[in-house]
C-alpha cells in the first residue's frame, strides 16, 4: 500500500538549534517527494521538491531535504530554526501520471521554544 | 508562478442547506484537479479526482451524491456540499495539475462551519 509515514507528531525545538523531521514513504512507482509547510487557518505552502538528479534538495526559508532512495526517507532539515518556524509540516509523496493525487503524511507539529 | 484560488475563503452555512466551493487555476490550464478535506490537527484526505469534462473520481468513502464536483473547463472546477451537516464542517483544499508540470498547485483553502 502506498503511505507516507511522519513518525513525530510533535517536536520542540530551541531556538537556533537544527532541526531534523522525518518522513518514509511506501511507494510502487518512482517516487516524487515534497514537503510543505502550513500555519493555523492558512494553507499549504511548497518547501521543496524532489522529482530527480542530486538527492540533496534546497528550498526556501533556509531548509534542505536528502532523499535516500534505500531507506525510503526523504527528510526534512534546518542548521538552525527561527521563532517564524513554528507550524505544521506535511510530507507527501506522487507519481509522474497526471491523474495521481499527493499522498499525505499526518504531519508534524514543530513548535520552537526561546 | 502557478496560482490556484478559492472562493469563498470561508463560508458559514446552515444545517441542510447547500454550499459551492470554487477552484480556479489562473495563470494556467489545469487538465487535473484534487480535492482534499483538512479535519482540525489533521492531514488532508483525498476526497476526488477529477479531469476537465470528465466524472470525478471518488475515494471510498466519500459520498459522490453529497459532495458534487464539477470540472467543467480547464480553469474552474466546483465543489458542492449537498444537505450540509455539522459533520461536514472542515477546511476544503483544492489543487490543480496542469501546463505541462508535474507539480499540484494548491489553493489556499476554504473554512467550512456548518450551524
Known amino acids: 500500500a502506498q503511505s507516507v509515514t511522519q513518525p513525530d507528531i510533535h517536536i520542540t525545538v530551541s531556538e537556533g538549534a537544527s532541526l531534523e523531521l522525518r518522513c518514509n514513504y511506501s511507494y510502487g512507482a518512482t517516487p516524487y517527494l515534497f514537503w510543505y509547510v502550513q500555519s493555523p487557518g492558512q494553507g499549504l505552502q511548497l518547501l521543496l521538491k524532489?522529482?530527480?538528479?542530486?538527492?540533496l534538495v534546497q528550498g526556501i526559508k533556509g531548509f534542505e531535504a536528502e532523499f535516500k532512495r534505500s531507506q525510503s526517507s526523504f527528510n526534512l532539515r534546518k542548521p538552525s530554526v527561527h521563532w517564524s518556524d513554528a507550524a505544521e509540516y506535511f510530507c507527501a509523496v506522487g507519481a509522474i501520471e497526471a491523474g495521481t493525487a499527493l499522498i499525505f503524511g499526518k504531519g508534524t507539529t514543530l513548535s520552537v521554544s526561546s | 508562478g502557478a496560482v490556484v484560488s478559492q472562493h469563498p475563503s470561508w463560508v458559514i452555512c446552515k444545517s441542510g442547506t447547500s454550499v459551492k466551493i470554487e477552484c480556479r487555476s489562473l495563470d494556467f490550464q489545469a487538465t487535473t484537479m484534487f480535492w482534499y478535506r483538512q479535519f482540525p490537527k489533521q492531514s488532508l484526505m483525498l476526497m476526488a479526482t477529477?479531469?476537465?469534462?470528465?466524472?470525478?473520481?471518488?475515494e471510498q468513502g466519500v459520498e459522490k451524491d453529497k459532495f458534487l464536483i464539477n470540472h467543467a473547463s480547464l480553469t474552474l472546477s466546483t465543489l458542492t456540499v449537498t444537505s450540509a451537516h455539522p459533520e461536514d464542517s472542515s477546511f476544503y483544499i483544492c489543487s490543480a495539475r496542469g501546463g505541462g508540470s508535474y507539480e499540484q498547485y494548491f489553493g489556499p483553502g476554504t473554512r467550512l462551519t456548518v450551524t
Open positions: 477529477s479531469n476537465e469534462g470528465s466524472k470525478a473520481t471518488y
Open positions: 524532489y522529482f530527480s538528479g542530486d538527492t
